[in-house]
């Protein structure tokens, strides 16, 4: 052993080695298949085990939180039997940056959004994480059932979160950002020796209540702030307990190569396998660097150094309108900034920079310096909300001004997102042909009884995949998309008994007619449901009946337990 400590889950209390190639094969420890009933019994269907092999016909047969086992199982007793008539059952879906876990205790229906994807199990955090917390950062708590829940770390924050109960699995990082401004605020400073202590002080801790990695998103203040040096002094903390940089990188448009290299050097500096996530080549004339991106991490790959990537299954990406300023004008803090844009000589020099200056991640430039490619898809309450689900140059219209004031009035409300369309189907066909690129939603749990709207992939990714990628395009084969969703994903995140229809293995399943799934959401239209996951199970229990959304909270929270071996 090199003194790292050994990774290890939590599942139902049984320790499970996060290491590749040990898998808990024959674990039931109810005893053999035909020793009792199955709890629920799968038969009928076309078996798609999630590792890539052509599907095979059989059943499936699950006790308690477990798969105990397959094959002809038809004359063995259960409770429960569901003939799957031909359909598909797979492994639950993984989704590989599904942001924020904190909406699954504030507004518990938004799990829909992600179950009926197929989803079971989402990687919670990206430069901000629901942990760790100070007074600056939380100065308040949140209110659920007339209850004040507050916390500082992800011990006390797990312990609200399994009292309440979930629906869906969830792993969670650390991200930097939130660690940055925990101790540095947000201004554009840098940590003194002390200071940078105290921030891995925080990542240890994390990882230590059982964060997978540490995470960040460098293109927003004031994670834009950190130099290569402070990432990999937070992230080699990571790497003592086989940690994993997962990261939005600094640039993922003109400068998305020099972005790869400093994901990669960081990753080789702290001794951790690198996840880039959700991997792009933002703007026309960028649009031809998918394919040395993925060349660049494939031979990154070829020497030995684990890097793997993901993607969501649009054209158009989701930002903060703001982030279409430089990041430096933040570096005095968010709100004084905005403060300024109500000065017209502000606007005027701002308007310039954007329209003239290509130096940093200009989403202005990305969408052919077109107002009408921007639409806006939510905005704080005293923002008019006749402007959602329009372009900013249609915004500027019903606002009664040009489409230059309605956009740095927008910017100075706060809190305003936009899909830009900014990417083509190509890059997303190259990436989808590289064997190490996996899905995410790229977006948190979404209620549309509370949520006006959102991006088209907090409800639809994953079905759009098999829909318009497998079965409209044939770019992937169903096996070779199930993979990237499941065991890969799986693997990626150290999920051991995840990932595979096999006997052993968690009760996280999907069954689906492959010809009838299908993603409902559109730009303009995002809050509808996606179509055709018929059953969904976590951990053995149905969250999707039949068509039908359960009340059931089995989701669990996926997290490392420390000091033991496996």
Partial sequence: MDG???????????????????????????????????DVLVTGGRIVDGAGNPWVRGDVGLRRDRIAAIGNLSDHPAARTINAADRVVGPGFIDMMGQSSVVLVTDPPSAESKLRQGITTYLSGEGGSAAPQSDATQPWGLIVNGEELRWRTYAEYFA???????????????????????VLGEGDVQPTPEQLDEMKALVRQAMEDGAVGTSTSLIYPPAAYATTDELVELTRVAGEYGGTYFTHMRNESHSVLEAIREAIEIGVRAGTAVHIYHLKAAGRENWPLMAEALALIDSARVAGIDVTADIYPYIRNGIGLGSFLHPRHYSGG??????????????????????????????????????????????????????????????????GTDAWAAFFDLVRAGGVSVNPESMNEEQKWQALRAE???????????????????????????????????????????????RRMTSLAARRLGLADRGLIAPGMAADIVIFDPGEVRDMARFGDAMRYAEGMDYVFVNGVPVIDDGALTEAQPGRLLRRETGGTP
């Avoid at 995410?440 to 994953?462: C, I, L």
């Fill in 436 to 482: 190490f690129v996996m899905i995410d939603t790229d977006a948190s749990p979404v209620n549309p009884a509370t949520t006006a709207s959102s991006h088209p992939r907090a409800f639809g990714a994953f079905p759009r995949v098999i829909a318009k990628y497998v079965r409209e395009d044939g770019i992937l084969t169903l096996e070779d998309a199930v």
């Fill in 160 to 182: 609200h979160v399994e009292r309440i109960g979930i629906p869906i699995n969830v792993v969670h990082n650390v991200g930097l950002t939130q660690v940055r401004r925990v």
């Fill in 4 to 38: 790292r400590r050994s990774r290890v889950f939590v599942v139902s209390g049984v320790g499970v080695a996060l290491s590749i190639g040990v898998v808990p094969w024959g674990c039931d420890s109810a005893g053999p298949p035909d020793a009792l009933p199955f």
């Fill in 334 to 399: 968010t709100a004084p900034f905005l403060e300024t844009l109500s000065d017209s000589v502000v606007r005027a020099e701002l308007r310039r920079e954007v329209e003239t200056t290509a130096e940093w991640e200009n989403w202005y430039r990305h969408v052919g310096m077109d107002w009408d490619k921007v639409l806006i898809v939510s905005a704080p309450e005293e923002v008019d909300p006749r402007v959602i689900n329009l372009s900013v140059a249609e915004a500027a219209e019903i606002l």
